[in-house]
């Protein structure tokens, strides 16, 4: 609930009205990071984390425990599988490959999984609007291992590596769109390529010592680094015309509004390099658990960008000044930073019983220290679960506290590239309500949750989105607000296959300090406005079927709905940025069948296969034309028009999965 994602070609999301950069990811309990110069979906690889290896999911859209760092939005913890008998998989699709192999050996003492995977979107970037040349291929293999040294002691090593490159020679592109009564097209022609490559490697190495039952204490060492190059040299001319016969593709079938061209280029490098060591703890008592954890981080970013983009309208350089050429966007800068930060908590869960249930009780304290901002901060946090006794079926939850977030190394950067030395931290205040009713419906258990939620935030550094790139102000000058309510219905409407339903209602809001309109006639200042991520409706729903005689035969249904984004003309002021794009609607369809027809209960195959899937999808069904971004045209008035970038079209997708 509360999780929302308008790009098919990006595993990013946004938690209840923040952005991507707010939300933790964890792995074996410790934080995994992801590239920072991606700027669209096409160029994002896999994500971090591998479906294959996972054992458990744990998720908090806010009002999360003390025992997590220093995001404003949300937490995802994930654990890795420990095995206890071989076994693995194979699956291979037009999107890519994906293999795994798990066992235990020495007893159980030494237990072992690891997973490599391939993707191209080559198969999906075919269907935008812009054509040329994709070559985009993305890999990764990772490991985790652990190792019983004693009854008392133990070690866990996880190892991670993944090379994503992506290579582009656009061609041309046509982009129809408008209203009925005043139709648009776009005509565009491409000389240049963009490269990018981002290669990121992770290492974590942990040894858990087991004083007694009630003791246990845990230190970890932990390095990652990436490698990030982004270089293009593009340029282009386009024609933009009112069209009168939309059905007509006759170069001479419109009025000529718009005719120019540019040259966008990008020399950008990122190293990036972050090593840390924790130390935790566990003691039990007959009161409760009392946790602990401290945390020493260096973070070593070395930074160099040169990027610019030349505009050409009619004859006329944009920016027009009338003596002298004028870029329309240039950034150039050359960083080398090295940061500290220092953190750690104290929490305590016991409970309480009382006469009719049982009062559950996280609280916790989170202290940090940050070396570039030589900030300190201190969040409470508390959560809060009341149990009724008896037959009763439900749950009430509370939960708060202060969230601070620290700039890692994105919200410190301005748009022109220097860094602002005097950055502090984005802070926000937390107040969740929950309740969780668990029901029996058809002979089957269902669960409805709803969680209405208030987040005041302050100290906020504004920013805009294009695609999934984020560009900061690099400046605290806001305050603003999330609020909304989340619904969800999850179960097994179908013996044996989960399915829901969830419903989201959300409205951020952001007011910056000091900022004037732009025509001196317009009186006080501009005042709240949407963040770029207050999407106010979302609905998502799953439904999973078999057919009643053929369990093997399966069957799955998503749709997806989330109402416009705000967005406005690129580098404007902040409070222009209040137009909505088209809801983003999403309709996917999949089938599968168990080619070996539960060999499991049959004689031994060939292979020794426990199944052998074979599936077939049907990416957006219904063939609709989302928009996820906008590519900006100016005419020598100054004047621009947003052409929609649209999201991938209908597409199909074969996929054969062996699990032995």
């Known amino acids: ?26 792995v074996n309990g410790q934080e995994v990071y992801r590239p920072f110069l991606m700027h669209s979906g096409q160029q994002e690889g896999l994500s971090f984390v591998n479906p294959d290896l996972v054992e458990e999911v744990e998720f908090s859209a806010g009002g999360f425990s003390a025992s997590y760092g220093d995001k404003m939005s949300s937490v995802l913890d994930i654990t890795y599988k420990k095995p206890t008998q071989t076994a693995g998989s194979l699956s291979a699709g037009m999107l890519g490959a994906n293999g795994h192999l798990e066992g235990a050996a020495f007893n159980q003492k030494l237990t072992w999984i690891t997973g490599a995977r391939y993707k191209t979107n080559r198969y999906l970037l075919g269907s935008l609007d812009e054509k040329g040349d994709y070559r985009p291929n993305f890999t990764d293999v990772q490991a985790y291992l652990t190792y019983q040294l004693s009854p008392r002691i133990s ?34 022609f491409f000389e240049g390529k963009e490269a990018d490559r981002f290669q990121t490697g992770y290492a974590s190495f942990s040894t858990n010592f087991k004083v007694t039952d009630q003791q246990r204490y845990k230190l970890t060492f932990t390095g990652f680094r990436t490698f990030e190059e982004e270089s293009y040299d593009i340029a282009g001319a386009y024609w933009l015309q009112e069209v009168e016969d939309p059905f007509s593709e006759e170069e001479e079938g419109g009025t000529q509004i718009g005719v120019g061209e540019y040259l966008q280029h990008a020399r950008n490098d990122l190293l990036g390099v972050v090593n840390a060591v924790d130390l935790g703890g566990e003691h039990q008592s007959a009161i409760g658990q009392t946790s602990w954890g401290l945390q020493y981080r260096h973070e070593a970013f070395k930074d160099n960008i040169s990027e610019w983009e030349l505009i050409d309208s009619a004859g006329y350089s944009i920016p027009y000044t009338g003596d002298k050429i004028e870029l329309a966007h240039l950034k150039k800068a050359n960083h080398d930073l090295s940061n500290h930060r220092f953190s750690g908590y104290l929490k305590n869960q016991f409970s309480y019983h009382l006469p009719n249930g049982q009062l559950m009780v996280d609280a916790g304290l989170r202290a940090s220290h940050y070396s570039f901002t030589n900030e300190s901060t201190i969040s409470p946090r508390l959560l809060l679960s009341y149990l009724p006794g008896g037959d009763k079926n439900y749950r009430i939850r509370l939960s708060g506290g202060y969230y601070y977030q620290p ?7 301005r748009p022109d590239g220097t860094l602002n030395q005097a950055i502090q931290a984005q802070k926000s205040i937390h107040i969740v309500s929950g309740y969780d009713l668990y029901f029996q419906k058809m002979d089957r258990p269902f669960k ?9 935030m302050d100290q906020l550094i504004p920013y805009q989105v294009d695609n999934v790139r984020i560009v900061y102000s690099g400046e605290n000058e806001a305050r603003g607000y999330a609020a909304g309510i989340d619904f969800k219905i999850n179960g097994e409407l179908v013996p044996g296959e989960e399915s829901w339903v969830t419903l989201s209602l959300m409205k951020t809001e952001e007011n910056l300090s000091g900022d004037q309109w732009i025509n001196p006639e317009q009186a006080g200042e501009p005042g709240y406005i949407p963040r770029p991520s207050d999407q106010r409706i979302n609905f998502s729903m799953f439904f999973q079927d078999h057919l009643p005689k053929n369990p093997d035969f399966k069957a799955h249904l998503s749709f997806f709905y989330g109402s416009g984004l705000p967005f406005g003309p690129p580098r404007s002021e902040r409070y222009l940025a209040t137009n909505r794009m088209p809801a983003y609607r999403r309709v996917d369809i999949g089938f599968s069948y168990d080619l070996l027809k539960s060999a499991s209960s049959q004689k031994r195959n060939l292979l020794d296969l426990k199944n052998l899937w074979l599936g077939l999808e049907i990416f957006n069904l219904p063939n609709i034309s989302n928009t996820i971004s906008y590519y900006w045209v100016s005419d020598i008035f100054n004047r621009q028009y947003a052409v929609p970038n649209y999201l991938t079209s209908r597409r199909i997708n074969l996929k054969l999965t062996a699990k032995f």
């Open 155 to 188: 070690f866990e090593l996880l190892g991670y590596y993944s090379l994503n490159s992506y290579e582009f020679t656009p061609e041309d592109r046509e982009t129809t769109f408008g209203t009925i009564e005043e139709i648009k097209r776009l005509k565009v």
């Open 407 to 413: 700039p890692f190394f994105k919200e410190m950067r």
């Open 448 to 456: 409805f949750t709803a969680e209405l939620y208030y987040k005041a």
């Open 1 to 26: 609930m509360g999780v929302s994602s308008s790009n098919e070609l990006s595993s990013q999301y946004r938690v209840r009205g923040g952005n991507f950069d707010e939300n933790l990811v964890y």
